[in-house]
């Protein structure tokens, strides 16, 4: 049989699952055929052989010029392999990963961490290790399918993915965005011994910083254990002269548990769950995620390691980093470019039509800048934003270029 026979038999299996149909309809073709990208990620990027100014990249640091990323990686691979070869359960814990599970602790405030091969992964493990139940021949069980999870609507995917199939309106109730007084009304409502409220310092979609006190306030007022996803606030805000400062120590010396990843600011990838011993000694074999799976390569945990450690030894790299977002939010402003109504690092540009968006994102590429577009069905229909990531590494003639870009943009389409 020819593969092209081949193919045209599994297009006719497959038909009743309409992929075919479901990309054609769809705007986003990037998002099936993504460019190819050449070299290294950073203020710029190659893609399909094009240099563009690059506002895309989630790790925004520009850590290469603090750090020896790729020589500390090397050593590493040379001392500990590429691999962990196997499970924690079956051999055991690298080093690296012991200690990175030390330092996230630490740095979390939290008794001890455990460590996942992305955030992603983290997440849907402490759902799934918060409400399943276990039996061991000894007599001992843990019975926690009875859990309820009250989690802001707009949570990271992972969280909802962890959810799935715990029955919402039953073991999963959802708070309007940031508000606290629908949390508080559904924690009145709730009559559980047993209530896990998620939310998340800083949202990825908008850009907001969580009302992250108040959420605590609430879980302390009804008893409920608090999850705070910090995937976008490890390492970067927490000291006094940032912004966030009270939320980034509420979610240290008050929230329960804290997830970290290491794919945003520390520019790796990786991510963690902190938080009281005995549950993290649990969550080994509960989550799944950290036991079925491969865990983070352990020169990538070295480097995690020695990353955070970097941050916290030099402060001024995020202080200039937050200043960097700061002044391009202000001159957004001065040109009457609105941004989400929150200090985080995250520009969030309210655009409205999805089709306008989607021409902004095409002309920005032809004018040499790569702009992320959130549309259907990333936010709701005709709500699309852009979505910036200013990188440390940007050069103000670079900031300059895409304020100007910008500006011709909302004029042509009298935005
Ligand atoms: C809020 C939030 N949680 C979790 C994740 C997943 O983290 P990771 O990229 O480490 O899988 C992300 C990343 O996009 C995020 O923004």
């Not at 959810?163 to 109730?173: A, D, F, I, M, Q």
């Amino acid at each position: 049989m020819t593969a092209s026979s081949t193919s045209a038999q599994s297009v006719d299996r497959l038909a009743p699952w309409a992929f075919a149909a479901f990309v054609e309809a769809n705007t986003h073709d990037t998002a099936y055929r993504p460019p190819v990208v050449d070299g290294p990620v950073g203020p710029t990027i190659v893609r399909n052989g094009r240099e563009l100014v690059n506002f895309a990249s989630i790790s925004f640091l520009d850590l290469d010029r603090h750090v020896p990323a790729r020589r500390h990686f090397a050593e590493a691979a040379i001392a500990h392999g590429l691999s962990t070869s196997g499970s924690r359960m079956t051999q055991g814990i690298c080093r690296p990963h012991q200690v990175l599970e030390e330092t996230i602790a630490r740095h979390t405030g939290k008794e001890r961490a455990i460590s996942f091969a992305t955030g992603l992964l983290a997440n849907i493990g402490f759902v799934h290790a918060m409400s399943s139940s276990a039996y061991f021949d000894t007599g001992i069980e843990v019975r926690n399918r009875d859990t309820v999870f009250v989690v802001d609507r707009d949570v990271h995917w992972s969280i909802w993915k962890g959810l799935e199939g715990l029955g919402y309106g039953r073991n999963v109730h959802a708070f309007r965005h940031n508000d606290v007084a629908d949390l508080a009304a559904i924690l009145g409502r709730i009559q559980s011994r047993k209530t896990v409220v998620i939310a998340e310092s800083i949202y990825s979609a908008d850009g907001t910083m969580g009302p992250i006190v108040e959420i605590l306030d609430e879980c302390d007022r009804h008893g409920a254990v608090s999850m705070i996803d910090d995937a976008n606030g490890f390492m970067v805000y927490g000291a006094e002269n940032r912004p966030y400062a009270r939320e980034a120590v509420a979610i240290r010396e008050r929230a329960d548990f804290v997830m970290v990843s290491l794919s945003k600011a520390i520019g790796l990838e990786g991510g963690a769950i902190a938080g009281p011993a005995a549950a993290i000694d649990a969550f080994e074999l509960l989550s799944g995620t950290s036991m079925f799976t491969a865990a983070i390569q352990p020169p990538t945990a070295y480097l995690a390691d020695r990353t955070i450690d970097v941050l916290a030894d030099h402060p001024e790299i995020v202080d200039d980093y937050l200043a960097h977002a700061a002044r391009l939010r202000r001159q957004m402003h001065a040109i009457g470019t609105m941004t989400t109504p929150t200090e985080s690092y995250m520009l969030s540009v309210p655009i409205g039509a999805d089709a306008a968006a989607l021409q902004m994102r095409e002309w920005f590429v032809e004018d040499g800048y790569l702009v992320p577009v959130f549309s259907y069905p990333a936010v709701s229909r005709n709500q699309a934003l852009l979505r910036l990531f200013p990188h440390a590494g940007h050069t103000e003639a670079q900031m300059d270029g895409f304020l100007r870009t910008l500006l011709i943009y909302r004029r042509r389409l009298g935005l």
